[in-house]
C-alpha cells in the first residue's frame, strides 16, 4: 500500500513540476527574476557588474532563460550530486546529510564563451529573507543549510559543489 501511496505522489509531483504562468519551452529570451510557482525555485536575472560578495559566479559569459527541460536536468544532477555528497558524510555526519526537499534554491543561468548553458545553483533552508525569489541570498557560515554549485547543462557535470562550513 506504501508503494501505490508513493508512486501516486510521485506522478502527482512530477506531472505539477515545472508549471507556471509562462511557457519558456524553445526561448533564448533573458529570465528576469522569475519564481517558479511550486515555492522551490526562482530563476534569478544575472547581472555580471554585480558584485556577489566577490564571488566570480562565472568566468565570462551572458546570460541566458532556462526551459522546463533545463530545470528537469538541474534537479537531476542536483539529486545525483546530494546523494554522493551524503554517502560520503553519512558515517562521520549522519545529523549534516541534506535533505533536498527542505531546501529552496536559486537558479543563475549564462551561456559561456564556449556556447555551453551553465547554471549557478544556491541552496539554502534556512529563509531569513521574505525576498528570496527575486534576492540572491549570500550568508557565511551556516553550515550544511547553505550549499552552492555550478552545473554544466552541455555535459550534465557539476562542479565547484561547497556546503558552508560553521563559524
Given amino acids: 500500500m506504501k508503494k501505490v501511496i508513493i508512486i501516486f505522489l510521485l506522478f502527482v509531483c512530477l506531472s505539477s513540476y515545472g508549471q507556471t504562468n509562462k511557457d519558456y519551452k524553445n526561448t533564448n529570451k533573458v529570465s528576469k527574476d522569475i519564481f517558479i510557482g511550486d515555492s522551490t525555485i526562482a530563476i534569478l536575472h544575472y547581472d555580471s557588474l554585480y558584485n556577489y560578495s566577490k564571488r566570480n559566479l562565472f568566468e565570462e559569459g551572458k546570460e541566458i532563460n532556462l526551459t522546463n ?76 543549510c547553505f550549499f552552492h554549485l555550478k552545473i554544466n547543462l552541455k555535459t550534465k557535470k557539476y562542479y565547484d559543489f561547497s556546503v558552508n562550513g560553521y563559524a
Fill in 69 to 144: 527541460l533545463d530545470i528537469s536536468d538541474i534537479e537531476d544532477i542536483l539529486k545525483v550530486c546530494i546523494a554522493k555528497y551524503n554517502a560520503e558524510h553519512k558515517h562521520r555526519y549522519k545529523k549534516y546529510l541534506i535533505n533536498l526537499k527542505t531546501y529552496k534554491r536559486q537558479y543563475i543561468a549564462i551561456i559561456n564563451k564556449k556556447g555551453e548553458k551553465e547554471v549557478y545553483v544556491n541552496c539554502f533552508c534556512d529563509i531569513f529573507n521574505e525576498n528570496w525569489e527575486k534576492q540572491f541570498i549570500e550568508v557565511k557560515d551556516g553550515g550544511y
